[in-house]
């Protein structure tokens, strides 16, 4: 069965520091996702990259997908308190259909 | 815009005792609907996907099921709890099989 790997599972850093999250597949990956989870609420979605080498930014939010597409990273450049929250990487089955099986998330905190 | 609620956001239930959980989409129509169970130290894993109206697949053998009655609305059931269906639920929504699911808000529930 396909597995993501994600690390490190929690990360502490100070407010202005630099940090990257990975996502590691054993398998090719169809299409891989970001999403930020505040505790108790809904994901929210940040970034979706499916071919090999892309690279995607959104504020200060880096996503990049190896050329195989088995590992994405995540990086968030100086990092604030809002950027806290559990970082969930996912990836589409073979099925499609949405059917995305997920990392089991890198908690963030970061201190002021 | 397009919108997803689900709710209620906690619940607390017996064991034994009947599960209805509600989501509906707004702002779209014919979108794929998800429901999702989150499970501690376990990511999130995909329960039931629905395409349309009164089509539903169900991913994982379990004791939930699910339904569309309308086109926007996905409902999660189960006749009788059982302890291990404690989680937290979060239903999603999808233009197609291949794009991002933009998630509801989760449902806490604790099966007592």
């Known amino acids: 069965s396909q597995e993501l790997e994600q690390s490190p599972q929690s990360l502490i850093v100070q407010e202005g520091k630099n940090l990257t999250i990975n996502c590691t597949s054993s398998?090719?990956?169809?299409?891989l996702y970001w999403y930020k989870q505040k505790y108790g609420e809904g994901l929210i979605f940040l970034m979706m990259?499916?071919?090999?080498?892309e690279e995607k930014s959104h504020e200060k939010i880096t996503a990049k997908l190896d050329e195989k597409k088995q590992q994405s990273s995540l990086h968030i450049t100086a990092s604030q308190p809002s950027h806290a929250g559990i970082y969930l990487c996912?990836?589409?089955?073979?099925?499609?259909?949405?059917?995305?099986?997920f990392g089991t998330g890198t908690r963030l905190t970061v201190i002021p | 815009s397009q919108t997803i609620h689900q709710w209620p956001a906690t619940l607390v239930q017996p064991v034994g005792s009947p599960l209805s959980l509600e989501c509906t989409v707004e702002?779209?129509?014919?979108?794929?609907l998800y429901w999702y169970r989150q499970a501690a130290g376990r990511g999130l894993q995909l329960l039931f996907y629905s395409v349309g109206i009164g089509q539903i697949s169900s991913e994982v053998p379990q004791n939930l099921s699910a339904s569309r009655p309308q086109d926007r609305q996905f409902i999660l059931s189960s006749k009788k709890l059982l302890l291990s269906d404690s989680g937290f639920y979060l239903c999603a929504w999808s233009w197609t099989q291949d794009t991002e699911a933009f998630f509801g808000q989760g449902t806490r529930l604790t099966v007592v």
């Open positions: 398998k090719t990956l169809y299409g």
């Open positions: 702002g779209t129509s014919n979108p794929n």
């Open positions: 996912g990836a589409d089955r073979e099925t499609g259909a949405n059917n995305l099986f």
């Open positions: 990259l499916q071919k090999g080498g």
